[in-house]
């Protein structure tokens, strides 16, 4: 029978009526294979996943292809956001032996959950150079039958080639420099971003970039980010209407998005567009900002007060059925005059940019009558909420809750949006009650109750990240108290005892798995171990001295063990280099103590609108926080303090004097 049915994943819900046997990952389905002596079918994807929804469609929904599959197989079900632990490793195996990777993962195993073979996509009927997935299934269940041993000894060498790779990496030097050139180097002159299609958001990298022109005054720095973020921000990958960003864009120029919509992606890109708001006057970066807050809070946030992990890609099966527009369309809602302005605008033509006569839309200037379009915005953005909707994925994930938690209580004390921190904080509350379940984080939640899949290393640097921040913004003590609880259980628990500074991806007594990930590589979200550096970096300055000096060597050692990473690929190492560019600044602090009334006497706000991505920036009272000790009111006034690393310049008390100071 299909066993989904009381999943707390959307992902395995949308199977739980096919007439697959499925199970969910668990070691009693591996007993049913040993029982059995068959192989295991491992499927793995996502819920906003195109292709993901393609194959269980063609296949999974087939009643001929399913009954191959319950008799030959058992067959486990996993959504890799739940699980990414289990996704880490057979994509790793899957990457082996095919050249790339990708969801849906399509995986065999031995009963030992030992990967035999691997690929992804399999389509019903055959393609040039791919089987039909029903012949696969058939290949596959005759070798076992007719070449058991073989198949397993194939595993085997699998397994020990994968293993063969779990080393730690080689300790070295960061050189922030050189990663700046290498980029600069694959940048793409013509279209903004780097590489080429599809083209994905690297808000890391763009992160790294910033804080690199805040501590040089690189203008190739600024350049590169500027250009970046004002095409994907003009482009059709990011929703001119209500805001937030696509996934990726298919094409190099932007134009074509892949529709989803990821929580830990708009998270990240908040960010980096509030933090471009301090270096650019253009005003793209605040616009920005505030409608990607704005497309968090409207369209992702939960009951409960967490955000959920994603908008589909596809509406009623149909790619960009929401999204895509006509000329003739836009002048049904508009008008003829206002829909020909709105099409010329927003590049909406008659051949179409996207598929089928539809156009994706794109804003590449702004336009010379800002009230006409905000008029025209409204009424496009009403109708299109009267057209069908796509799906949301509402479980809510630690690690990215903890990136919406950062962007959020950051942008908002830096833009002026006191409802964004709010709304941080009642996410950190919800995570800090439901995900922690005798005393270690659990992964996900969905409608109040938490999943059962342990945290992984993310999770704990995501979220740490996300509470210290947090207790900048507000003063709290509180927040700093529980980011350091979570930093001190993933030290403890996810170090790799081979290397200092090197770290799991599991914990020490998370279920073990045929091979135990460890993947340092920055991708469409920090690494694990890149977050925990970065958390325990920043908790390095805010905590007493004990702790500062064992998280700053960690941080230390770490960086030097990513320094490989960063020299060879920086768009994979783009969180590694933020972390080491903040190092790099010491990193760099601003104590601001406040006068008995709680007043800064400017001095705050300045900071947080002036001081580059990366610094730590504490007000209260004297005494009120480890920053904040031995440091007192000047001459009776509001005074800062900036120091970087151990240095410290001397206090001031006017906000031009701490504009300077951070220059």
């Not at 970087?644 to 951070?662: E, I, N």
């Amino acid at each position: 029978m299909n066993r989904l049915g009381k999943s707390t994943s959307p992902y395995l819900l949308q199977h739980a009526d096919n007439p697959v046997h499925w199970w969910e990952w668990s070691p009693e389905a591996f007993e049913e294979a040993k029982r059995r002596n068959v192989p295991v079918l491992l499927s793995v994807g996502y819920a906003a996943c195109h292709w993901c929804h393609v194959m269980a469609h063609e296949s999974f929904e087939d009643s001929a292809v399913a009954e191959l599959m319950n008799e030959h197989f058992v067959n486990i079900k996993v959504d890799r956001e739940e699980r990414p632990d289990v996704d880490a490793v057979y994509m790793a195996a899957t990457q082996a032996m095919t050249g790339h990777g990708g969801w849906p993962m399509t995986a065999f195993l031995t009963p030992d959950a030992e990967p035999f073979y691997c690929g992804t996509y399999y389509p019903p009927t055959p393609r040039p150079g791919m089987p039909s997935f029903s012949q696969l299934l058939t290949a596959i269940a005759d070798a076992w039958r007719d070449r058991g041993d073989e198949v397993r000894e194939t595993a085997q060498q699998i397994l020990g080639q994968l293993k063969s790779y779990d080393r730690p990496l080689p300790e070295g030097a960061m050189d922030l420099d050189q990663a700046l050139w290498k980029l600069a180097d694959e940048f793409d002159s013509e279209n903004a971003g780097f590489g080429g299609a599809p083209k994905f958001p690297p808000s890391m990298v763009l992160e790294f970039l910033l804080c690199q022109h805040g501590r040089t005054g690189s203008a190739t720095a600024l350049d590169l980010a500027e250009r970046t973020c004002e095409a994907m921000a003009r482009g059709g990958m990011y929703d001119q209407l209500g805001g937030g960003f696509a996934r990726y864009s298919v094409d190099a120029g932007w134009v074509v998005p892949h529709f989803e919509k990821m929580l830990y992606d708009n998270a990240l890109l908040l960010r980096v567009y509030a933090h471009l708001s301090r270096v650019s006057d253009t005003g793209l970066g605040r616009r920005i900002a505030e409608e990607t807050a704005g497309f968090l809070l409207r369209d992702l946030r939960t009951p409960q007060g967490g955000f959920a992990a994603a908008l589909d890609a596809d509406t009623e099966g149909v790619e960009g059925l929401t999204y895509a527009w006509t000329p003739a369309q836009l002048t049904e809602v508009l008008g003829a005059e206002d829909g020909g302005w709105a099409a010329s605008l927003l590049k909406v033509t008659a051949d179409g940019t996207f598929e089928e006569g539809m156009s994706t839309l794109q804003l590449h200037e702004d336009p010379a009558d800002p009230d006409r379009w905000q008029r025209i915005r409204v009424l496009l953005l009403a109708a299109r909420d009267e057209r069908p909707q796509p799906a949301r994925d509402d479980k809510v994930v630690t690690a990215w809750n903890g990136q919406a938690i950062t962007a959020l209580a950051e942008a908002g004390a830096v833009l002026g949006h006191a409802e964004w921190i709010a709304a941080a904080a009642e996410a950190a509350e919800l995570l800090l009650d439901l995900h922690v379940v005798d005393g270690r984080l659990r992964r996900t939640s969905r409608d109040g109750v938490a999943g059962q899949a342990a945290g992984v290393l993310e999770d704990y640097g995501c979220l740490a990240d996300g509470l210290l921040t947090l207790h900048q913004v507000t003063g709290q003590s509180r927040w700093l108290d529980r980011a350091v609880e979570l930093l001190d259980i993933a030290v403890d628990r996810f170090a790799d005892e081979r290397a200092a500074g090197s770290f799991y991806d599991t914990a020490d007594d998370a279920e073990a798995l045929v091979q135990r990930p460890a993947d340092s590589s920055d991708n469409a979200s920090p690494s694990g171990a890149s977050a925990l550096t970065g958390a325990l970096l920043t908790a390095s300055v805010l905590v007493g001295p004990d702790r500062a000096t064992r998280y700053r060597d960690l941080v230390d050692k770490a960086l030097s063990r990513a320094s490989t990473l960063a020299g060879h690929a920086p768009r994979f190492a783009g969180h590694w280099l933020t972390a080491a560019e903040a190092a790099e600044s010491g990193p760099l602090q601003v104590a601001i103590v406040v006068d008995p009334d709680g007043l800064d006497g400017g001095l705050l706000s300045l900071a947080r609108a002036s001081a580059p991505g990366g610094t730590v920036i504490v007000a209260g009272q004297p005494g009120s926080a480890p920053l904040l000790a031995d440091r007192d009111l000047v001459d009776g006034k509001p005074a800062a303090y900036v120091c970087r690393g151990y240095v410290c310049d001397r206090p001031v008390t006017d906000p031009d004097d701490l504009s300077a100071l951070l220059r």
